[in-house]
């Protein structure tokens, strides 16, 4: 089976020593993503802004890997604050609605402060 990695670019992937993506037959497993343009590091203003900017990454690294965004099977939801949940959740609905993937929200501190969203996503495109 071959093994495909995906980067964007971003510094953390090398600080860190991750891939933004790993793709193995017919999954996609792709690393936590946040608010930022990874290309400017710029990170998006407020928990909306943030959500919106990570399904754009997800969106364009899944097309990279092959895979569609109806593909997602699991997410993982990571919120900085449970206070900022009800602005979040539209997003999610908005997003995600029509593919309605296996889902955990955890109410946990990011690697950087002004970080308030990421999200961990899985696809599958098998039969």
């Not at 290309?39 to 569609?68: H, N, P, S, W």
């Not at 929200?105 to 599958?124: F, N, Q, R």
């Amino acid at each position: 089976m071959n093994r495909r990695l995906i980067s964007t670019g971003s510094p953390f992937e090398a600080q860190v020593g991750y891939s933004r993506a790993v793709v193995q037959g017919d999954w996609c497993f792709m690393a936590g993503v946040t608010g930022y343009d990874y290309q400017k590091m710029e990170l998006a203003e407020g928990i909306a802004a943030q959500a919106r900017a990570c399904y754009q990454t997800v969106r364009a690294v899944l097309d990279e890997a092959g895979f569609a965004f109806g593909d997602i099977v699991r997410v993982t939801h990571y919120v900085s604050d449970r206070d900022l949940v009800e602005d979040l959740l539209p997003i999610l609905a908005s997003e995600l609605g029509a593919v309605r993937p296996a889902a955990t929200m955890v109410i946990a501190g990011l690697m950087k402060a002004e970080m308030l969203y990421e999200v961990e996503v899985t696809a599958y495109r098998g039969e």
